[in-house]
């Protein structure tokens, strides 16, 4: 009993090391499960998942379970930083890293790519190389843009012109669109869709903002898929900013929304009935678009969000001075053009609103950002 009680101590210390005490896949604090036979330290979702794959990794508790002298030895010697050094030793820079709040299929497939497929220790490049290859094509479910059916939509993204293409029937000669990696972007978006796999892919059709909703079965497929779009959107930026290093791009691969949700909002005298419309605020592009539905293909409008010295700001509303509305949790949105009023559900949603507004008002405008708040306003 002694030697348990002490390999239980040694694993303690051991877990609170500055490299071991995130999860070795997700980064998640406090790792409170191992695996023995890599010898990383892991959160309990990733210890879930790697017991998918037991023919690489066994797991153990590290507070409820009994460790033997040699487990414990092997974790001495191992640990997630040596771990790191095999595993993740050529993992390619546009290659996304999951972390702990990301979707499960992220962290399923890293997982996997890692220890089971070995895809980034430099023994086999094969697997990488697809994410790079010239062609990368399948078929995906894509959801259609009048109706909420799922039909089958053969996919073609094509390195030489950096472009997605897709086609509504496998042997169609012309595609349904051909879309540019420059305003491309495509985040996991598995709640929204409906499906454990959910992929969301925008891009700028003319001013507006069009969204393709699209899922496979395998998430190895779908994963692939990100990942390849990524690799051909760091490819554009690479061409467009030949002198910016790849850790100054890499933020702008993938554009993550700040803030997503429904909303209830008025119009521009403030006299209109509110009307629920579902909003998406991304701090990249500093834009607020709102939608009818969270899965229409088109936004019903944009608004662009400036900075406090050009006359945006935000505050909290106390009560809603309009009629129609159902919810009583004000924001008050300030542009040089308008103000908009927008209703929130709960206390907790308008602080978390009110908070992302003012995380874009802070941010320094760019000499991108003026060329997108003047395309925008031309384009009203």
Known sequence: ????????????????????????????????????????????????????????????????????????????????????????????????????????????????????????????????????????????????????RFLKRSFVLLRKDLTLRYFVKEDAKSPKAVISMKDLNAVFQPEKIGHAHGLQISYLHGQQTRNLFVYHENGQLIVSWFNAIRAARLDYLQRKHPTLRVADLLPRITRLHLMEGYMEKTGPTQREPFKKRWFTLCSVSRKLLYYKCQLDATELNAVFIGTENYGYSVSELSSRGSRGGHWGFGISLQTPERQYVFMCEEEPEQKEWLEAFTRVIAQPMTPEDYANEANLSRGK
């Not at 101590?9 to 998640?28: S, Y």
């Not at 640990?79 to 709040?101: D, L, M, S």
């Open 1 to 148: 009993m002694a030697s348990l009680e002490r390999n239980c101590q040694i694993l303690m210390k051991l877990v609170r090391l500055p490299h071991n005490n995130l999860c070795a896949d997700c980064g998640a604090p406090g790792p409170d499960w191992a695996s023995y036979t890599l010898g990383v330290f892991l959160c309990l979702n990733c210890s879930g998942m790697h017991r998918n794959i037991p023919n690489v990794s066994k797991v153990k508790s590290i507070h409820l379970d009994l460790w033997e002298d040699s487990l414990v030895e092997a974790m001495q010697k191992a640990g997630n930083h040596a771990a790191k050094a095999i595993y993740e030793k050529c993992v390619p820079a546009f290659f996304y890293r999951p972390q702990h709040r990301d979707c499960v299929v992220l962290k399923q497939q890293w997982i996997c790519a890692k220890y089971e497929r070995r895809e980034f220790t430099g023994e086999n490049n094969s697997s990488v190389q697809v994410y790079n290859s010239d062609v990368f094509q399948s078929v995906l479910w894509k959801k259609g843009r009048d109706n909420k």
